[in-house]
């Protein structure tokens, strides 16, 4: 069946050949391997050969291969509230507008960073049952305009399922567009230029009702030529194609590597669309960078960006809401609302006093520092 092919190729799922190339203390090999009973690993073929075994700073080899600092007890494991978001199993509604639908928690590769570390690849407890529940939801609420499909990554579903999907919600009138989150043009691209029957799906309801796909580019040397024909093929159908990356410490916490990812993307066809700050999850929050220094690289990265390069927002996804990261002053730093789950938080501006130490906010808007997580 198409949209499952991968599962026939080689994915490196256990650390026996990393341990290979890689040399690493007994005490780390046992910390790894009790990594990956809790946070697993799957690294397809084709971003495994990405990787420079030989530069043990290779942010490929980051985002792909478990760290001992996974082993931290500190952070949450559920950053953005989304189960007090969820309104039956498998979709979340925290913005009128929005609806989530988590269709899966398979991905082509588990990403280190992953803010859903609790239930991808682990446990099925947070995934949708039943797709007609979903529907039934999303029909009834007329307050919702778009539906965003994700996961896991939606584009490990069957073809027939995805179609399913765009069936049913097409022939919705109150929604504007349908969005799929997938990093699969970032991990495996040949799932995209390869499958001429995903693709043929997608050009037949994206005539129908805006079809955006949101993938997720950390880093240039993501951005292959194979990485690239998935986007063409992609564009070719008439879609849409936004990036969202993560401000990650070691990744990419330089002005360079965001300018030239970024003018990259644009240059592909994609548009930088979200600038996250990493968040406090349980076993990442050694990625994180702290606020005020993301700041400046963000304003430097801005320098060397124009047009649609530099148009994205540096933004938090909070318990309360997306929160831009607007910029700072010499004493403070400047946030603003750029989405809100209360009423009372809409287009809300607030300023915090700068703290080098400070890479999030609790649930009063007060700091969190990293010496506290």
């Excluded at 925290?94 to 609790?118: D, E, G, I, P, S």
């Excluded at 970032?186 to 805006?210: A, G, Q, S």
């Excluded at 990485?227 to 990036?243: C, D, E, H, P, S």
Aim: glycine share 6%; with cysteine.
């Amino acid at each position: 069946m198409k949209g499952v092919k991968e599962m026939k190729e080689k994915v490196i799922t256990q650390l026996g050949e990393i341990f290979e190339r890689v040399n690493y203390s007994d005490d780390e090999k046992q910390k790894l391997q009790e990594i990956i009973k809790r946070h697993p690993m799957r690294i397809p073929e084709y971003y495994y050969d990405l990787i420079d075994f030989d530069n043990d700073q290779d942010p490929i080899r980051k985002l792909a291969i478990p760290s001992v600092l996974e082993a931290s007890l500190f952070g949450e494991e559920d950053t953005s509230g989304e189960a007090s978001n969820t309104k039956m199993l498998g979709l979340q509604h925290k913005y009128k507008q929005t609806a989530l639908v988590l269709c899966t928690n398979n991905c082509f590769m588990y990403c280190r960073h992953c803010f859903r570390k609790r239930m991808v690849g682990y446990t099925q407890t947070e995934i949708l049952e039943r797709k007609d529940q979903a529907i039934e939801y999303i029909r009834n609420h007329k307050e919702v305009n778009n539906v965003l499909i994700t996961g896991g990554d939606a584009f490990t579903m069957s073809n027939d399922l995805i179609e399913g999907y765009l069936k049913e919600l097409c022939g919705m009138d109150h929604l504007d567009f349908i969005r799929f989150g997938t990093r699969s043009i970032v991990v495996k691209p040949d799932r995209i230029y390869d499958d001429l029957d995903l693709l043929r799906i997608l050009n037949i309801y994206t005539k129908k009702k805006e079809i955006i796909i949101v993938t997720h580019f950390n880093h240039e040397l993501e951005l292959t030529e194979e990485a690239k024909k998935a986007i063409r093929a992609l564009k070719k159908q008439g879609l849409i194609i936004r990036n969202q990356t993560v401000l990650l410490n070691g990744v990419n916490d330089n002005e360079n590597t965001i300018a030239r990812l970024f003018n990259g993307l644009v240059n592909a066809g994609v548009e930088p669309y979200y600038l996250f700050q990493c968040r406090p999850v349980k076993g990442g929050v050694h990625f994180q960078v702290p606020l005020s220094r993301g700041i400046d690289i963000v304003s430097k990265a801005r320098e060397k960006l124009n047009g649609i390069s530099k148009a994205f927002r540096f933004v938090m996804s909070h318990k309360r809401g997306k929160i831009e990261i607007f910029g700072k002053t010499d004493e403070a730093v400047i946030f603003k609302f750029h989405q809100n789950k209360y009423d009372e938080d809409a287009n809300k501006i607030f300023m915090k006093t700068i703290d080098e130490l400070a890479v999030w906010l609790d649930e009063n808007l007060d700091y969190i520092k990293k010496s506290e997580i």
